[in-house]
Every structure is written in C-alpha cells, then in structure tokens.
C-alpha cells in the first residue's frame, strides 16, 4: 500500500504513522515557569539528537483541552531549562497518570504519586523514582507547521548540563539496561519493554 499523509487515504482503520516509527523512547519533561509553577509530563516525541555536546529535544502538539498552549511548551519557554525523567517498566502506570489534562500548575507528580527532588544544576525538579536524569538548558523552540486544525506543533530543543544515573543501575561501569527495562511507544496504544539486549561490530569506516 501507499499513502499520502496529507491527503489520509490509507485506507486503515486508525493513522499507521506513530506504529512505523518505533520504538520511540519516552522523554518524561519536568519544566517549572517563571512563577515557580511545576510540570511533569511524558512525550514520545523525544530522542538525543547529538552526543557532543549531548543534547535531546521533545515535541509538543496540539493544545490543551482549555485551548491554551501545552505546560511542557510554556513552562520550558518561560523557565528555559527542563529535566528529562526516564520511564521504566516498574514506573508504567504512573508515568501514564502524569498525562492526564490537569489544570496549569496543578502537580501531576503528586497525582502520579511521585516524589520530586531537586535538581543539581537547573530549577526543574527529579522523579526520584527514575533511575536516570537529564538537566537541560533550552536551546531552541522551533515552530513546526501546525496540524490540520490549526493548532501548534513545536519542537524543544536543550542541551544536556547535568546526568544523573542511579548507582544501582551500573553494572562494571556500564549502564545496565537489564536493570532499568526501559519502556517505549509503539503504536496505538502499545507500548514496548527493553528486555533483550544484542551487540553487533560496525564494519570498517562505519563511525
Ligand atoms: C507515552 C506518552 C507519550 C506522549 N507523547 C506525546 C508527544 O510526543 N507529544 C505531545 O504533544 N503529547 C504527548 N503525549 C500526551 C501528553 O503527555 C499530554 O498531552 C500531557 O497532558 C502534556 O501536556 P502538558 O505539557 O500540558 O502537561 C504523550 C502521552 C503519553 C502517555
């Protein structure tokens, strides 16, 4: 089959896009405004998109149901910095309530039933049931086309300034992702879990 996004003649019952590109890790934002006011929020939209320096970004979309603009979006806007939380298999179900459309400013970590502990180098809070953290400063906010509807697609680019990996989860000095069992977006409403690890060489020239 072939199909032109912008014309949605797939033919399918639900839009295949999201279930072609997977997994897709899940950056989970904790932004704080100017104000002071916290959020926590997942998006799989998300990924490292350099090593040196390291940097990642995430991509809101759509507005809220209040028909303001996402809090990820405003608050990393407003704070310039964000904190990006790892979602393990053990942390599904919490990361999943920190989703919900809770009021501006309105703590989905508490909602969740999550702790938050500061951060080392930017305002933005840690999960502290997360075993690994990024401390990001914003880079850039960049304007995509917005969605059919009109509403906004943004994507929010940082550098990473601070790691923090939970001593727990290192194995001889290497990140034990056998510990972690990190999870990721698939499709739809699926969801994947790292549990089987393979090792290949590159060929020569390969990077
Ligand atoms: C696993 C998962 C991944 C998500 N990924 C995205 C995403 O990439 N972009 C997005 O706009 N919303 C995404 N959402 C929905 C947001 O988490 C949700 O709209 C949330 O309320 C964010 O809004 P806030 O920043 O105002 O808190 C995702 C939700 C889940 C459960």
């Not at 799989?44 to 996402?70: E, Q, T, W, Y």
């Not at 990393?76 to 990361?95: H, I, K, P, V, Y």
Request: charged share 20%.
């Amino acid at each position: 089959m072939f199909y032109e996004p912008a014309k949605r003649n797939h033919g399918l019952p639900r839009d295949p896009f999201k279930a072609c590109v997977v997994p897709r890790p899940i950056g989970w934002v904790t932004t704080m405004d100017a104000a002071g006011r916290i959020n926590l929020a997942p998006y799989s939209f998300f990924n490292a998109i350099a090593s040196d320096p390291p940097m990642v970004a995430f991509a809101p979309g759509g507005f809220k149901d209040d028909g303001a603009l996402k809090d990820s979006l405003a608050f990393a806007r407003s704070g310039g910095e964000f904190t990006c939380n790892f979602a393990t298999w053990d942390l599904r179900e919490q990361m999943n309530q920190t989703s919900a459309g809770l009021p501006a400013g309105e703590n989905e970590a508490a909602h969740a039933g999550l702790t938050l502990v500061p951060a080392t180098l930017v305002k933005p809070p840690r999960v502290k049931e997360s075993p690994i953290h990024l401390e990001c400063r914003l880079w850039q906010i960049l304007d995509l086309p917005p969605d059919r509807n009109g509403e906004p697609n943004n994507l929010v680019i940082g550098t990473v300034v601070g790691v923090h990996i939970d001593d727990a989860v290192l194995t001889d000095g290497f990140v034990d992702l056998k510990k972690i069992r990190p999870i990721a977006r698939l499709g739809y409403m699926d969801y994947a879990v790292v549990d089987t690890i393979f090792s290949m060489q590159r060929p020569p020239g390969g990077g």
